[in-house]
């Protein structure tokens, strides 16, 4: 992909090798999905090796399933700070991928989620959820409450606090994350302590100037062709799958806490302001960080870019006061 100049150099210099990377790996445009996920892990861990610092020290990083009652168990990557004893507060985390793919053993989970679980204090633990088209909404989400349900019903398992539990995700992990949250609003049983949507996909459909502006040529080209993917049927079973859309404060109240950030340069950009409006309408705490200058993919860029480091630190110091509120 070309990336405007204007751009600091980083970012051109990272679109560049993506276009370079690409060219070598044909199954990036295949419409056999399971090919097309082996391409486009190849290219992620390529672009992570060059381009995202490596993984925190004194963080174990391990390989889990989870139990999941009348289903196969969840496999999941668990990231835990070698100084935290006991049981410890716990973020749920959703990988990006477009809601087709993307991986926990993508090498730029290992890189960005240790350095936050030993900057946030937490452990995180990151799920492997079903991808569309095989599986559209809501499997993902249902993977997750699955989850959920298994740490509130198995005290003590991997460690988790249930007590202090909260959700998170970039791009379409971003977007599961969100709609994981209005599902337990909705359902009640499980009292989650926070919410941290990074650069989100909270619209399946272009919304706004951004979607117009950014939808060619800033890294994020024919995203709305997924949303048919994830949500084939017209008529889903709840409103949830695109949360920019909901815009009743009833519908929205009771929500946690919310960390919201977006890329200035993002076609994704507009929806993600639209639904931190309506959660301020609804009383719901929100925080939403823009950075100037950066497009969607650009803060995993830890590596080579300034305002990505600085966007984790900031995100890693929200996470400790979500969840250590005492301290």
């Given amino acids: 992909m070309t990336m405007p100049t204007k751009f600091d150099v980083a970012i051109v210099r990272w679109a560049g090798r993506i276009e370079e990377l690409a060219a070598d790996l044909p199954d990036l445009s295949s419409t056999d999905f399971s090919a097309r996920r082996v391409a486009e892990k190849t290219l ?21 399933e989870i139990p999941i009652a009348k289903a196969a168990p969840i ?5 835990r700070p070698e100084h935290l004893l006991g049981s410890a507060p716990t973020q749920l985390f959703l990988h990006g991928g477009g ?13 960005l989620l240790t350095f936050r679980a030993r900057a946030a204090d937490i452990q995180i633990l990151s799920i492997e959820y079903r991808l569309a088209p095989e599986h559209p909404y809501p499997a993902a989400v249902d ?10 019903d198995n005290p003590g398992f991997l460690s988790v606090d249930a007590t202090r539990v909260g959700v998170g995700g970039a791009s379409a992990g971003a977007s599961i994350a969100a709609s994981v949250a209005l599902r337990v609003r909705a ?18 459909r272009p919304m706004g100037e951004s979607a117009a502006l950014y939808a060619r040529g800033y890294g994020l080209d024919g995203y709305e062709q997924l949303g ?18 909901l815009t009743d404060p009833m519908d929205l109240r009771g929500l946690p806490e919310t960390w919201i950030q977006v890329a200035e340069h993002d076609p994704l950009r507009d929806a993600a302001l639209t639904f931190a409006e309506a959660l301020r309408r609804a009383n719901v705490p929100v925080t939403v960080e823009v950075g100037e200058g950066h497009v969607h993919g650009s803060p995993g860029l830890t590596a080579v870019f300034e305002p990505a480091r600085r966007w984790q630190r900031h995100l890693a110091a929200t996470l400790r006061r979500a969840y250590h509120p005492a301290t």
């Fill in 44 to 64: 992620s861990d390529e672009v992570a090796r060059e381009f995202t610092t490596p993984a925190a020290p004194e963080v174990t990083v391990s390989a889990v």
């Fill in 75 to 79: 496999r999941a990557r668990l990231y």
């Fill in 99 to 111: 809601f087709v793919s993307g991986t926990v053993d993508e090498l730029i989970n290992d890189r």
């Fill in 143 to 152: 993977d997750v409450l699955a989850v959920l349900a298994a740490l509130r």
């Fill in 187 to 204: 359902d009640g049983g499980f009292a989650l302590l926070h919410q941290a949507l990074e650069v989100p996909a909270l619209a399946l």
């Fill in 228 to 245: 048919a993917l994830y949500l084939p049927d017209p008529s889903p079973p709840d409103a949830y799958a695109e949360p920019a859309l």
